[in-house]
């Protein structure tokens, strides 16, 4: 049992962060969801249900829900972001001036998984440039192969808790952890964050590889490659090279590039039996991150100069209408190279 009980904010009713505001719930904190429709509060709070986001999942009945984004954040220790990289910026915003008024400084953390398009920032980027450090105490990013669905279901999860501010990792790690979830602490904020964004894009690949009736070994060979071209943008931005082989690189990949419960996945795989994007996005009805951070990685690696085909690949599939089967013909028929640049 978590010995610690905070007030807790999960900004984002979706379900990623409605799973994590039950957990955090049974976990015995305060937990006050915010909702950015009043319809969906008044569901949590009534039903304690989301059944859009996860139908049949039934919430502990103290997790309260609001659409006020003060009365969600007032006093809170801990103020977690679970929204769409796109939105995290206006919400981050919004908070600032709620943060002054009060004079509050939580801990911030984020669970979300992207880079802003335009920006090329990372999500505690955007947070850090919004909110002066005299507002908060430590921004934290929490990542890690973790689909909602199967936490739901207290199926053993594992992730990683990085920050540069250790103390405020650890706080973070004590918080969530529980008998099924576990965190670790890591340092390399920016390989944590880069590894969780840029699976996504490798998890739309795959997904049209299997949507087009590719095996195993083509899979394989995609993930494999996937990391490889991940680490080399990550190591270039700054990141460890090992934090890929951890939970928020090859841990996230996996479970991204080979789960149904992945939106990006299922893009993916709808791509690969023909379905045009548009229609795709439209009748997902939840984020699918990829399809905004391949733009973002494409644009980015072009500007660093680092070599990411399969990333420039699926881009040219999602942005520039190219034909799937040519492009990963393409892809097999560039020049011949070894394996690791050193
Ligand atoms: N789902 C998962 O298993 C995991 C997701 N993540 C990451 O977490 C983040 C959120 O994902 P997820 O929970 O799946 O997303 P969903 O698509 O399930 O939900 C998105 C939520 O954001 C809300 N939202 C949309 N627009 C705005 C806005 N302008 N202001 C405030 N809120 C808004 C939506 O509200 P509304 O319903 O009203 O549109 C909804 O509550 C993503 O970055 C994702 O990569 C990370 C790990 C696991
Ligand atoms: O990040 C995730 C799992 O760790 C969720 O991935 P999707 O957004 O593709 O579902």
Same mark, same amino acid.
């Given at each position: ?15 990623? =962060?409605?799973?994590?505001? $039950? /957990?955090?719930? !049974? $976990? ?15 569901? @949590? $709070?009534?039903? +304690?249900?989301? &059944? +859009?986001?996860?139908?049949? %999942?039934?919430? $502990?009945?103290? @997790? ?9 954040? !007032? ?25 002054? &008024?009060?004079? *509050? ?10 880079? &802003?398009?335009?920006?090329? !920032? ?25 689909? #909602? ?15 540069? *501010? ?9 918080? %969530?952890?529980?008998?099924? %979830?576990? /965190? ?18 490798? #998890? ?5 590889l299997h949507?087009l009736g590719y095996g195993d070994n083509t899979k394989a060979a ?34 991204? #590039? ?16 023909? &379905? #045009?994007?548009?229609?795709?996005? !439209? ?6 991150? =990829? ?26 599939? @999602? ?24």
């Amino acid at each position: 049992m978590n010995i610690l009980s905070e007030k807790i904010a999960v900004l984002g009713a979706g379900s990623w =962060g409605t799973v994590l505001a $039950n /957990l955090l719930t !049974d $976990n015995g904190h305060d937990v006050t969801v915010w909702a950015y429709l009043d319809k969906d509060a008044h569901e @949590l $709070n009534d039903q +304690h249900t989301n &059944e +859009h986001y996860l139908p049949g %999942f039934k919430l $502990n009945e103290r @997790l309260k829900a609001t659409s006020n984004l003060k009365d969600a954040t !007032d006093g809170a220790n801990l103020i977690l972001f679970v929204v769409p990289t796109n939105v995290v910026r206006g919400v981050a915003e919004q908070l600032l001036p709620l943060l002054k &008024e009060s004079g *509050n400084k939580p801990v911030l953390v984020s669970a979300a998984k992207g880079l &802003e398009v335009g920006t090329y !920032d990372r999500i505690s980027e955007i947070l850090a440039s919004v909110i002066p450090a005299e507002n908060h105490s430590g921004i934290v990013v929490i990542s890690g192969p973790s689909h #909602a669905e199967d936490t739901s279901t207290k199926d053993i999860t594992t992730l990683t808790a990085a920050s540069t *501010n250790l103390e405020a990792a650890q706080y973070v790690q004590k918080v %969530f952890m529980n008998s099924y %979830f576990r /965190l670790y602490t890591n340092q390399d904020v920016v390989g944590v964050e880069m590894g969780a964004a840029l699976k996504n894009v490798i #998890a739309i690949g795959a997904g049209a590889l299997h949507g087009l009736g590719y095996g195993d070994n083509t899979k394989a060979a995609l993930i494999t490659r996937g990391l490889a071209e991940i680490t080399r943008l990550g190591v270039t931005m700054g990141a460890d090279p090992l934090t890929f082989s951890g939970l928020s690189g090859v841990g996230d990949l996996i479970v991204t #590039a080979t789960s149904v419960h992945s939106r990006n996945w299922r893009c993916g795989n709808a791509l690969g039996h023909g &379905e #045009a994007l548009q229609d795709i996005l !439209d009748n997902m009805g939840q984020v699918v991150e =990829g399809v905004s951070t391949a733009k973002v990685a494409h644009e980015l690696a072009q500007k660093k100069g680092v070599e990411m085909p399969i990333t420039d690949a699926i881009y040219g599939v @999602l942005y520039e209408n190219k034909p799937i089967r040519e492009t990963i013909v393409s892809l097999m028929e560039r020049d011949s190279k070894p394996e690791f640049d050193y």
